[in-house]
T-cell receptor
Framework: QKEVEQNSGPLSVPEGAIASLNCTYS??????FFWYRQYSGKSPELIMS????GDKEDGRFTAQLNKASQYVSLLIRDSQPSDSATYLC??????????????FGAGTRLAVHP | NAGVTQTPKFQVLKTGQSMTLQCAQD?????MYWYRQDPGMGLRLIYY???????DKGEVPNGYNVSRLNKREFSLRLESAAPSQTSVYFC?????????????????FGSGTQLSVL
C-alpha cells in the first residue's frame, strides 16, 4: 500500500458543480495535511492546509480531515474551468528522532468543462 | 520578487554525461529541497538543506550530489546521467525545515526542469 493514495482521474465535472477530491494515507502517525494545485507543465502551489479533524474553508475550497478513517478530502464549490489542474495531496508523517517525512500522492487530475 | 528560480527549463543528456541544475531563492528562506516528479508517482525528495553549509539525503539520493553554495543557492548535480533519471526536477524552499520540526511549513516551488536522458 502506498503511503498516500489518490485516484489519478481524470475527474470530470461540469462548470458550477462541486468537485470532490479524495486522499487516503497509511496507518502512521501524521500531523499535517496539504493540498497543492499543479497546472499542466507548471509547479505545485499550496492551496490548503489542515491540521485537525473537521472542515476548514477558504473561499470556494473546503478541506476535510478524518484521522480515524485516515482520509483527507478537498471540495471545490462552483467549479470553474480555471480549476482544471492536478491536485496533489501531501501528508507529513512523524518519524523517530524528531524527523518528519512529507509524502506526496501522485495527484488527481480534475477537468472542469463548460 | 522572483521567488524560486530554476535553470535550465529543459535539458537532454546522453547516458554518462554530467550536468548541474541551478536553483536560487530570494525569499530569505533557510531550507531548500530538490524533488523529482515521475508519472504516476508523487514528488520524491532527493536531497535537502536545512541551512547554508548543510545538506542531507532524502528518499532517492542515489546518483545525485548537491551543494548549498550560500543561503540563496542550492544546486543539484548528476555526475553520470542514466535513463532512470529522466524526470521533472523541482527545487523548493521553505522558511524552516519541514523534515525536522516545522511540519506546517509551506513549500515554494521553482518552475521545474524537464530532463531527458537518452
Amino acid at each position: 500500500q502506498k503511503e498516500v493514495e489518490q485516484n489519478s482521474g481524470p475527474l470530470s465535472v461540469p462548470e458550477g458543480a462541486i468537485a470532490s477530491l479524495n486522499c487516503t494515507y497509511s496507518d502512521r502517525v501524521s500531523q499535517s495535511f496539504f493540498w497543492y494545485r499543479q497546472y499542466s507543465g507548471k509547479s505545485p502551489e499550496l492551496i490548503m492546509s489542515i491540521y485537525s479533524n473537521g472542515d476548514k474553508e477558504d473561499g470556494r475550497f473546503t478541506a476535510q480531515l478524518n484521522k480515524a478513517s485516515q482520509y483527507v478530502s478537498l471540495l471545490i464549490r462552483d467549479s470553474q474551468p480555471s480549476d482544471s489542474a492536478t491536485y496533489l495531496c501531501a501528508v507529513n508523517f512523524f518519524l523517530s528522532g524528531g524527523y518528519n517525512k512529507l509524502i506526496f500522492g501522485a495527484g488527481t487530475r480534475l477537468a472542469v468543462h463548460p | 520578487n522572483a521567488g524560486v528560480t530554476q535553470t535550465p527549463k529543459f535539458q537532454v543528456l546522453k547516458t554518462g554525461q554530467s550536468m548541474t541544475l541551478q536553483c536560487a531563492q530570494d525569499m530569505n528562506h533557510n531550507s531548500m529541497y530538490w524533488y523529482r516528479q515521475d508519472p504516476g508517482m508523487g514528488l520524491r525528495l532527493i536531497y535537502y538543506s536545512a541551512s547554508e553549509g548543510t545538506t542531507d539525503k532524502g528518499e532517492v539520493p542515489n546518483g545525485y550530489n548537491v551543494s548549498r553554495l550560500n543561503k540563496r543557492e542550492f544546486s543539484l548535480r548528476l555526475e553520470s546521467a542514466a535513463p532512470s533519471q529522466t524526470s521533472v526536477y523541482f527545487c523548493a524552499s521553505s522558511e524552516d525545515l519541514i523534515v525536522r520540526g516545522a511540519t506546517n511549513e509551506k513549500l515554494f516551488f521553482g518552475s521545474g526542469t524537464q530532463l531527458s536522458v537518452l
